[in-house]
């Protein structure tokens, strides 16, 4: 797991500018404290910051291959690499490492950019071949590696693991996106593949983008998730398959010579993986974090969990100090980020450090086996969506919705509000209000009318229709899509991955191993979720190995009690009272944002979701400015 970085020439061989690939990889040196290099040759220049994790003696990087006629940065794990080198060694490659790495630009250079499909892992890596003059830049499927890039006004493709790398050159110009700040201020993160800057591009997840000299990077994506779904497979012996599957997920992702364990909180994710461990017979370290708040304290169940499966448990109390911890965030994230639950990940991830180097945990379980809340309502809604056109519904849902009064501090069968709305709506624009921070409604309460009129002709619907291969899929299924394209890469891997990486920690999730991903997503959908309940089959699957109380509880989010602190007298609210910055870019309706603050703070309405953007967003401004 490091941080990578570089610059080529697309017009010709101008020699690379040392001095800016030094600034780029010094910008990404929390993600690789334990080493650095550089690699250059005409038109060339590949910067690399290790954390070393595999072959610890011998994988340092940038790596050249046997012939010298390759090279690569590389971040990510390739989990496959043993099976792959085996099959290399039999065509005569001779290695003189035992590194994923070498294993990973071998095959590169025999096969082409096609053997990424061979790969089983987690990646973003930059693979320059000297034969061909082509640099190949390429991110693992689901996205859980992050990697930018962006053209310089005379023809320098920079490019790096995170946005701070492409800043650091001061070779291209860094303008505001309007249409992604839209995308921040509705749903709370820039989904892929647009960043907060005109610009610069996140690689698609799944996809490789092949740059020459004389020509504009060509991207082409090897991998999409399919819904095709198998009916010839019954529950039950869907259910035993299941469990063999995570458990060869789980241990393909134990390979390593840096000391390993797992995240374990009080949920069914981290338990299935923390369970399949001690099935395998491995004695585990495992991290769990408690908070003042007891709303999300999670230790007891977690507790319950270690006792069963015997593993070297450790408990940390931590206090989520939300005045100190924003601006650091907000400089780790690098792009405006408002998901709340940042900080506890950021939290868990140092305390996990001090005891391990690479920690497994549960993410994008939910994604794969339909374990949000919002999947059974949205399939509810859905399904009255399709029976009746969008006039009548529009005539009747919609006007109701619109006389219905926001009730957020009723009891939940009551708020009928955004349901009514939601009916009214189209499939899309309703999952858009579902998965947004800022209720399009209440957006317009708070930005300018300046920007409004300047983001009048873009439509915020376009990240969601652009990963939807079919409206007409079943609808769990058409949100999984939606969220694997969006929601995952661009929010859950993303939070996952600075917090970690910021404290030097390596984090894998054998939930996306893209085998049994591949295999989930092809099950009748009522198997991933079915009557309100979610992860229906990886519940099943875990009865014999995790307690019956965490397979029966509903699921809990990770996010800090943010209404309250914004209630809370000297509390981040008065941060936007008192800064400057963020009244001083236009984006924004002064008074409106100060008449949110005043009915938030008197009780008279719920704006935590809207306040703490703009609260993020600001510290965004302040670090962009330092």
Known sequence: MCGIAGIFDLTG????????????????????????????????????????????????????????????????????????????????????????????????????PDFVSKLRGMFAFAWWNDNTETLTLARDRFGEKPLYYAVSADGLLVFGSEIGAIRATGLVSLTHSTEALHDYFLYGYVPDPKSIYDGVLKAPPGSVITCRRGAAPEIVRYWRPSFTID?????????????????????SQTIGDAPLGAFLSGGVDSSSIVASLAQGGRRTTTCTIGFDEASFDERAAARETARRCQTDHHEEVVRLDEGGLIDRIAAVYGEPFADPSAL??????????????????????????????????????????????????????GAAGALYPKLDWAPRSLRLKTTLQSLGEDSLTAYARAVSTSLPDRLARVLSPDFLAAARTYDPLQPLLASVSSARLPPLSLAQ?????????????????????????????????????EWALALPPEFRAAGGVGKRILRASQKARVDSRILAGAKRGFSPPVAMWLRREGGPADRLRQSSVWKSVGYFSTEGV?????????????????????????????????
């Not at 940065?73 to 590194?99: K, M, P, Q």
Request: no cysteine; charged share 30%.
């Open 13 to 112: 061989r101008r020699p690379i500018d040392g001095r800016a690939l030094k600034r780029m990889t010094d910008a990404v040196a929390h993600r690789g404290p334990d080493g650095e290099g550089y690699f250059e040759a005409p038109g060339i220049g590949l910067g690399h910051r290790r954390l070393a994790i595999i072959d610890i003696e011998g994988g340092a990087q940038p790596f050249r291959s046997a012939d010298r006629a390759g090279a690569i940065s590389f971040n990510g794990e390739i989990y496959n690499f043993r099976d792959l080198r085996r099959g290399l060694v039999d065509a005569g490659v001779e290695f003189r490492t035992n590194s994923d790495t070498e294993a990973l630009l071998e095959g590169l250079q025999r096969e082409g």
């Open 231 to 251: 009916r010839s497979i019954s529950f039950g012996a869907a259910t035993e398959q299941l469990v063999g599957l995570l458990d060869d997920a789980v241990t």
């Open 344 to 397: 506890p990940s950021y939290e868990v991830s140092r305390a996990a450090r001090r005891r391990v180097k690479v920690a497994l945990s549960g993410d994008g379980a939910d994604e794969i086996f339909g374990g949000y809340r919002r999947y059974p309502f949205f399939a509810a809604e859905e399904r009255l969506r399709r029976a009746a056109p969008l006039a009548l519904r529009r005539a009747t849902f």
């Open 481 to 517: 899509e939606i969220d694997l394209a969006t929601w995952l890469p661009g929010r859950m891997l993303t939070k996952i991955d600075r917090a970690s990486m910021a404290n030097g920690l390596e984090v894998r999730a054998p939930f996306l191993d893209h085998r049994l991903a």
């Open 594 to 626: 100060m008449r949110m603050i005043a009915d938030h703070q008197r009780g008279a309405a719920d704006h935590a979701q809207e306040l703490w953007m703009l609260i993020m967003f600001d510290a965004f401004l302040t670090h962009e400015r330092a």
